[in-house]
């Protein structure tokens, strides 16, 4: 049985949040923090410096949060539209007061920058509702504040306040609030696992249809699927910790085994390269419609030398002739996107170079050159080797001409990995 995790609601709190001018990334921060804490974090909402609106916000928090936690942050300033503590306070329904604790740490601030007087507007930093723990500030002025919600509802809880500024808001959620998350009353279920698997070559809809079975019969196992031009990332989250994800991710194996290359920090360019060289074989690449991509994505890769030969971009077709050997009678009878021409590119560039394995890419990647025959994301790839075999493929990819061009390399790159593979299986 997946443990029951307590629950958890982060409000951005600003003006300049709705308005587009800043990005909330205190809600991601908070998300994996909480997350990573054992919590459940089920709603990030957004709201502008506005009462009313923060009080429905507040009501619908906490009901969703259901005893958990509520975390706030922005709006906690000396300025009069930073007005988080007055909606707070009055949807508690109790008074603001001084705290003379903080008032006193203000002025001390203050004096030591040379003011005599605290300013005005500062005071009001001082004002909590009746009831909050006050959580110092060791990055910043505006105090964070905690306050029970025990009364306020079936289930209580606590409400966190934290100001909004993101170096403040990690200072005071790592020194003040995590260390009462942790001593909070309870069954702590174990921190969250997770791993990520990359993979290439198949949609994000065929995986999850194989995953499926699996996942369906694993409770608290999540896994999320993040398409890209460079394929599908999964990350896959066990909320009963480690054992349960190496549980999940050997059964999950034989699945993902022809489509993963790798963790979070691997390209398919290192997998695939990494693959050549344990077998021995050198690359070389002759690209059209993709100008250099391919060998600039191989070469992106420290080491690459040790596989990667070289490459000749053959952009007009006298270059597909004079320096790669594609035969002009193919050329005229197929035109330069067809997988023949793409075949004797691959055969060419391979020869021409000493190289093991030869690779190429010819296609339209737009907007204009396409046509009824071969309309624009259309394709074709070769892939030759020492021993007179060769693949080739025509496949037609969607989208705009960076789009083509950067999918065109994650395929042949996928070729190259396909054909090591199917070598190493014998
Ligand atoms: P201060 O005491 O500095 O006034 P505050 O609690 O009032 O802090 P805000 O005035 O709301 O916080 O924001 C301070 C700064 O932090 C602003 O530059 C704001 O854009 C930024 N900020 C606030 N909330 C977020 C958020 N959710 N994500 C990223 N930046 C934020």
Redesign the pocket.
């Known amino acids: 049985m997946a443990a029951v995790r307590p629950g958890a609601v982060l409000l ?3 003006d ?2 709705l308005l587009g001018d ?6 991601g921060w908070l998300a994996a923090f909480l997350s990573a804490a054992g919590f459940r974090v089920q709603m990030i909402l957004t709201v502008g410096d506005d009462v009313p609106a923060m009080h429905s916000a507040l009501s619908r928090a906490v009901e969703v949060a259901a005893g958990g936690v509520v975390v706030m ?6 300025t009069t539209d ?1 007005v988080t503590r007055e909606a707070v306070a009055s949807w508690l329904g109790v008074p603001l007061q001084e705290d003379p604790a903080i008032l006193e740490t203000l002025e001390a601030r203050f004096r030591q920058r040379g003011f005599a007087n605290l300013p005005l507007p500062n005071r009001r930093l001082a004002q909590v509702p009746e009831g909050a723990e006050v959580l110092p500030n060791p990055a ?3 105090p964070g504040l905690a306050l029970s919600l025990a009364g306020r509802g079936p289930a209580g809880g606590w409400l966190f306040l934290l ?4 170096v403040e808001m990690r200072a005071l959620m790592e020194q003040e609030v995590g260390p009462r998350l942790a001593r909070l009353p309870g069954p702590r279920p174990a921190p969250l696992a997770s791993a990520v698997v990359r993979t290439a070559g198949i949609p994000e809809s065929a995986l999850a249809e194989m995953l499926e079975p699996l996942t369906g019969g694993t409770p608290g196992i999540l896994v999320q699927y993040r398409p890209s031009w460079e394929g599908v990332e999964l990350r896959i989250t066990a909320s009963d910790g480690p054992d349960a994800l190496e549980g999940f991710m050997s059964r999950a194996a034989h699945i993902l085994e022809p489509w993963q290359y790798g963790g979070a920090e691997s390209s398919l360019a290192g997998a695939v390269l990494a693959r050549c060289e344990a077998m021995g074989w050198t690359i070389a690449v002759a690209e059209s419609c993709t100008g250099g991509l391919l060998g600039a994505r191989l070469t992106a890769v420290p080491g690459s030398a040790r596989v990667f030969l070289g490459g000749v971009v053959a952009y007009a077709n006298d270059v597909k002739v004079g320096l790669l050997g594609v035969e002009e009678t193919t050329l005229a009878a197929h035109g330069a996107v067809s997988e023949i021409v793409a075949r004797q590119m691959a055969e060419g560039v391979r020869a021409r170079l000493g190289a093991t394995v030869g690779v190429s890419i010819t296609g339209v990647a737009g907007p204009g050159g396409g046509s009824p025959h071969r309309p624009v994301g259309t394709v074709c790839f070769g892939l030759a080797d020492t021993d007179q075999g060769w693949v080739s493929e025509q496949v037609h990819f969607p989208g705009g001409r960076d789009e083509i061009r950067e999918r065109a390399v994650q395929h042949a790159l996928r070729l190259i990995d396909q054909g090591a593979r199917k070598r190493i299986r014998g």
Do not use: K, S, Y
């Open positions: 951005t709190i600003g300049e949040l800043r990005v909330d990334t205190n809600g942050t922005g709006g906690l300033g000396p930073d910043g002025t505006a100001p909004g500024v993101p």
